[in-house]
């Protein structure tokens, strides 16, 4: 039995269970690809976020820039200077993201990679979680599988 079981290891989930579990909550991420996974989107992350955690990202920053050239057809070349304070991070998300589950799980949380959620259901007062292998009881459960997950339709 958890206090919370997440579902996806991406930022929000990894995230999550960081807090949860820096607060002593017990947290399991439950993710269906292999740790550190390759993902191919964007990189661009506002230092903002370091705000919200205490630890330093900088091992998982590939580059901070402080400027965005625009082109139209690799022509009409337009470079904008940034007005914040702070640089942009340019991050390589496969990077990036396994540095937030490892500082989740210094804190206590469990991750378990290669474990895809097949099912999910709501009875007496807790959530089951079902896996290939087993399933896992939790009291709240977080949906953070991205926009073509099953969460959202499950639930």
């Not at 940034?82 to 990077?95: A, F, H, S, T």
């Amino acid at each position: 039995m958890f206090d919370c079981i997440i579902v996806g290891s991406g930022p929000a989930g990894a995230s999550a269970a960081y807090h949860l579990a820096k607060y002593g909550r017990s947290v399991l991420v439950l993710e269906k690809e292999s740790l550190p996974r390759y993902k191919p989107c964007g990189g661009g992350v506002s230092p903002i976020v370091q705000e919200w955690f205490d630890f330093d990202f900088s091992p998982a920053i590939s580059l901070k820039i402080n400027s965005i050239r625009y082109t139209w057809k690799k022509g009409d070349l337009v470079e904008v200077k940034l007005q914040n304070q702070q640089p942009i991070w340019m991050v390589r998300r496969e990077i990036f993201d396994y540095f937030i589950v490892q500082q989740a799980q210094k804190q206590g949380a469990e991750i378990r990679d290669k474990t895809p959620v097949i099912g999910i259901e709501f009875k007496h007062n807790n959530w089951q979680v079902y896996t290939n292998n087993q399933s896992f009881t939790s009291r709240y459960l977080i949906a953070a599988d991205g926009a073509k997950g099953s969460m959202a339709k499950w639930l």
